[in-house]
């Protein structure tokens, strides 16, 4: 499949395919990078059906580790305003998303025109996830207000982004569907469910399926939800 390199603004870019008005903006996980397996067989499905997909490298991943540039969700929504003008041709524009990547993909693009979206172990209420974060770490929101940052177990939490989260709710109205799966720990069946109740969300779960999808058995059936759903 041909594939090229490319830097926007810095940005490390990578386009999956030939050139096509149909684009893919695919966003990766944590402590992932563009080229990630997800990813890689995202393109696969969806440039036979004539899609370019675009993937970069969020904040502290990838090629942008060590540099001072923080993954936080005014830097992530100000990275995809640079990408997306560089997209002004395309026609249709699809968002992946896997776990993290779903959140900023939604937060940055739900003031969009954005015609569908693809959700692999979407985080769908970032607020939770750090309120139960601080809670797995027996600790409270108002530790974080006093320390700024704390370094658990699981990751750095920053006020900052905490308020940032808390003050941006998501307010997603795009053609969604999602893959869950059913022994994801970071978001739960309650708040999956929840979230995908507008009739515009569509919620595949795939029992065996963990918040990280790598497996061969579920690799190949989020490989089968792809090539249904794109």
């Known amino acids: 499949m041909e594939k090229a390199k490319d830097m926007i603004e810095g940005i490390p870019i990578l386009r999956w395919g030939e050139t096509s008005d149909k684009i893919v903006l695919a966003f990766h996980g944590d402590q992932s990078h563009k080229e990630d397996t997800v990813i890689q067989l995202l393109a696969e499905a969806a440039v036979p059906k004539g899609y370019q997909v675009w993937s970069f490298d969020l904040p502290e991943h990838g090629e942008r580790k060590g540099q001072p540039y923080a993954l936080n969700p005014p830097n992530v929504v100000a990275d995809v305003e640079k990408i ?30 954005i015609q569908q979206s693809l959700f692999l172990s979407p985080i769908v209420d970032m607020r939770e996830l750090i309120e139960n974060i601080l809670d797995w770490s027996r600790l409270t929101p108002a530790d974080l207000r006093r320390e700024k940052r704390i370094k658990t177990p699981f990751n750095t939490l920053a006020w900052e982004y905490y ?6 709710p998501i307010q997603w109205t795009v053609s969604t569907k999602i893959l869950y799966g ?16 507008p009739s515009m969300i569509d919620l595949t779960i795939f029992a065996t399926g ?10 190949s059936f989020y490989q089968q939800w792809l090539t249904s759903n794109l």
């Open 84 to 113: 997306l003008f560089e997209h002004q041709q395309a026609q249709q524009i699809t968002l992946f998303g896997c776990s993290i990547g779903a959140y900023f993909a939604m937060l940055a693009g739900q003031a969009k025109n």
């Open 163 to 168: 308020c940032y989260v808390v003050e941006h």
């Open 182 to 197: 059913g022994k994801d720990q970071l978001t739960s069946r309650k708040t999956i469910e929840k979230f995908a109740r």
């Open 210 to 219: 963990e918040h990280f999808f790598h497996t061969p058995t579920q690799l």
